[in-house]
């Protein structure tokens, strides 16, 4: 089985503490041969000030007298660091080293991070550098009866960073969430191993979101009624959570038409919202066109009318004009009269309906944002549409929602997604 080049990143000091000079150097030197030899690694990677390269040359004694060779450039290299106590000056060059290693190599290595030598500012900052890109990181410990780790006892520590890494995740998870980016939340939360963490209810909450997203709304209420709500991850968007059930509940389950419609209505508006804050402007007015269809569409089946399907009978039973009328039959196709948007509208006013009032206010305006909407990209143009065309276009959508029933202000803050608070 072909294995990864074993690849070593040791920090190099000066000695031990209570031996300086040459005495120091050699103990030095005993302690980083003990930890390569554990290893055993194809390559080391030594980062050493001027003063500290004095102990790589005590290693290679070490090696000759065990009949070995340690040779420059083939089993070792030396990085120079000068600015031992800068953090960032040593978290650049550590760096530096594993883009080399990962990216800019032929081979294919594992890196194993020795913090152990060295100042306190580089063992930190190479600490810290293997934690953000996911090295192994070791220690070495041993008898400390003297104060310091004494020759012959030396012990590897490999620093179980699972903990760390998991909670990383789930910030990682929780930013991606609010970004409505679910199947990327979906593929973080499978690297979680922490059992405390409770992944399947997050999972199952951004499948939740992520077919609502869709208008999945049967497959969003599924999801969502598996989430425990109890759990520790939800607790600053319990609330939001609890309200978005109850819609997605209303939508799948209620047995008034006309409350599950609204709710569906508000969902969609709440959607092409959201697609505008992602700046997908285009996306969000298709959003919004349907919208301003639906909401004629609710108020027709009030009166027992389906756009899809005009029953003239009672039109005429509604006292809508005979001119009116004559001109639906002569659209009839397939033995169908079919209404768009425009003539929902119209006839609405002739029912001397609210909503058919305020599009006759409004007729200019809205049959301008319809021709913006016509000519987008996204539907029968090549033009791209903008902020100031999505919010005028979603001023009136609210508004003709409003009119459509008192409880929308309601229906749209219970379809709005809920947001994890990231400060």
């Given at each position: 089985?072909?294995?990864?080049?074993?690849?070593?990143?040791?920090?190099?000091?000066?000695?031990?503490?209570?031996?300086?000079?040459?005495?120091?150097?050699?103990?030095?030197?005993?302690?980083?041969?003990?930890?390569?030899?554990?290893?055993?690694?194809?390559?080391?990677?030594?980062?050493?000030?001027?003063?500290?390269?004095?102990?790589?040359?005590?290693?290679?004694?070490?090696?000759?007298?065990?009949?070995?060779?340690?040779?420059?450039?083939?089993?070792?290299?030396?990085?120079?660091?000068?600015?031992?106590?800068?953090?960032?000056?040593?978290?650049?060059?550590?760096?530096?080293?594993?883009?080399?290693?990962?990216?800019?190599?032929?081979?294919?290595?594992?890196?194993?991070?020795?913090?152990?030598?060295?100042?306190?500012?580089?063992?930190?900052?190479?600490?810290?550098?293997?934690?953000?890109?996911?090295?192994?990181?070791?220690?070495?410990?041993?008898?400390?009866?003297?104060?310091?780790?004494?020759?012959?006892?030396?012990?590897?520590?490999?620093?179980?960073?699972?903990?760390?890494?998991?909670?990383?995740?789930?910030?990682?998870?929780?930013?991606?969430?609010?970004?409505?980016?679910?199947?990327?939340?979906?593929?973080?939360?499978?690297?979680?191993?922490?059992?405390?963490?409770?992944?399947?209810?997050?999972?199952?909450?951004?499948?939740?979101?992520?077919?609502?997203?869709?208008?999945?709304?049967?497959?969003?209420?599924?999801?969502?009624?598996?989430?425990?709500?109890?759990?520790?991850?939800?607790?600053?968007?319990?609330?939001?959570?609890?309200?978005?059930?109850?819609?997605?509940?209303?939508?799948?389950?209620?047995?008034?038409?006309?409350?599950?419609?609204?709710?569906?209505?508000?969902?969609?508006?709440?959607?092409s919202i959201g697609k505008a804050e992602e700046y997908r402007y285009?996306?969000?007015?298709?959003?919004?066109?349907?919208?301003?269809?639906?909401?004629?569409?609710?108020?027709?089946?009030?009166?027992?009318?389906?756009?899809?399907?005009?029953?003239?009978?009672?039109?005429?039973?509604?006292?809508?004009?005979?001119?009116?009328?004559?001109?639906?039959?002569?659209?009839?196709?397939?033995?169908?009269?079919?209404?768009?948007?425009?003539?929902?509208?119209?006839?609405?006013?002739?029912?001397?309906?609210?909503?058919?009032?305020?599009?006759?206010?409004?007729?200019?305006?809205?049959?301008?944002?319809?021709?913006?909407?016509?000519?987008?990209?996204?539907?029968?143009?090549?033009?791209?549409?903008?902020?100031?065309?999505?919010?005028?276009?979603?001023?009136?959508?609210?508004?003709?929602?409003?009119?459509?029933?008192?409880?929308?202000?309601?229906?749209?803050?219970?379809?709005?997604?809920?947001?994890?608070?990231?400060?």
């Amino acid at each position: 089985m072909k294995r990864k080049e074993l690849v070593l990143f040791m920090i190099v000091g000066t000695g031990i503490n209570s031996n300086p000079g040459e005495i120091g150097f050699k103990l030095l030197a005993k302690k980083l041969y003990s930890t390569i030899t554990k290893i055993y690694p194809n390559y080391v990677v030594f980062f050493a000030s001027s003063k500290s390269k004095q102990t790589i040359n005590y290693i290679g004694e070490l090696f000759a007298e065990e009949g070995d060779e340690f040779v420059d450039g083939q089993d070792y290299q030396i990085v120079p660091v000068e600015a031992i106590d800068d953090f960032s000056a040593c978290f650049e060059i550590f760096e530096s080293k594993i883009w080399e290693f990962d990216y800019l190599n032929d081979k294919d290595c594992k890196i194993i991070m020795d913090y152990t030598s060295g100042t306190k500012t580089m063992s930190a900052a190479m600490a810290c550098c293997g934690l953000f890109y996911s090295k192994d990181i070791i220690s070495v410990g041993g008898d400390r009866s003297t104060g310091e780790v004494s020759v012959g006892t030396e012990v590897i520590n490999y620093q179980n960073l699972y903990k760390i890494y998991d909670k990383f995740a789930l910030l990682k998870t929780r930013y991606n969430f609010n970004a409505k980016r679910y199947k990327t939340c979906i593929d973080i939360l499978n690297y979680i191993v922490d059992l405390n963490i409770h992944k399947d209810s997050f999972s199952n909450l951004c499948k939740s979101y992520y077919a609502w997203d869709n208008m999945d709304f049967e497959g969003a209420y599924d999801y969502l009624k598996k989430v425990d709500l109890k759990q520790m991850e939800f607790v600053d968007i319990k609330e939001d959570l609890k309200k978005n059930l109850k819609a997605l509940g209303t939508i799948v389950n209620s047995r008034s038409v006309n409350l599950k419609n609204c709710y569906i209505l508000a969902s969609l508006i709440n959607n092409s919202i959201g697609k505008a804050e992602e700046y997908r402007y285009d996306d969000a007015i298709a959003r919004l066109y349907r919208s301003l269809e639906l909401a004629a569409q609710i108020r027709l089946t009030s009166y027992n009318i389906k756009s899809s399907d005009v029953d003239v009978s009672i039109l005429s039973d509604n006292n809508v004009s005979d001119e009116f009328i004559e001109e639906l039959k002569r659209t009839k196709e397939d033995g169908k009269i079919r209404m768009g948007l425009v003539k929902d509208y119209l006839l609405l006013n002739e029912l001397n309906d609210d909503l058919g009032k305020y599009y006759m206010e409004n007729e200019k305006k809205i049959k301008n944002m319809t021709i913006k909407r016509n000519n987008s990209i996204l539907a029968h143009g090549l033009e791209s549409r903008s902020k100031e065309d999505f919010e005028e276009f979603l001023e009136v959508v609210i508004d003709m929602a409003r009119k459509l029933d008192k409880g929308m202000n309601k229906f749209l803050k219970e379809t709005k997604f809920a947001k994890f608070d990231l400060s």
